[in-house]
């Protein structure tokens, strides 16, 4: 039975992927992206686990932050998992240089921060 996330849970797993993808592709050329299949394969591997994470943010959460683009990115998911043959990786490069960036820096003030220790030398 699959276990219920918070949208907390859920947002950091989004922002840990992004950030992995900007990882994966920093100081890459959209010609080193499309020679590389294992890089293409991890992008897109990221890719879909922001889209289902985001697909599972509750409803509320996505209608008080919407300036997070929620159906595009579930969008882009289904395509990756479902209409893999269809894939463009223009656009694809395209969401990993503009898009990602972008949701990094929307999603992080998102992410509660978790309790100072109340006695940090334990």
């Known amino acids: 039975m699959p276990r219920d996330r918070s949208d907390a849970a859920l947002l950091l797993d989004m922002l840990q992927a992004a950030e992995a993808v900007d990882r994966y592709t920093a100081g890459k050329s959209q010609a080193d992206f499309l020679n590389d299949e294992i890089l293409r394969s991890a992008v897109e591997r990221k890719l879909e686990i922001i889209g289902e994470a985001c697909r599972k943010v ?29 894939v463009n ?24 921060q978790p309790p100072a220790d109340p006695d940090p030398g334990n």
């Open 89 to 112: 990786y223009d656009i694809i490069w395209q969401i990993v240089t503009v898009y990602v960036p972008q949701l990094i820096a929307m999603l992080r003030p998102l992410i509660p």
């Open 58 to 86: 509750s409803k509320d959460f996505q209608t008080k932050n919407a300036q997070i683009p929620w159906t595009k990115i579930s969008a882009t998911r289904h395509i990756l998992a479902h209409d893999y043959g269809d």
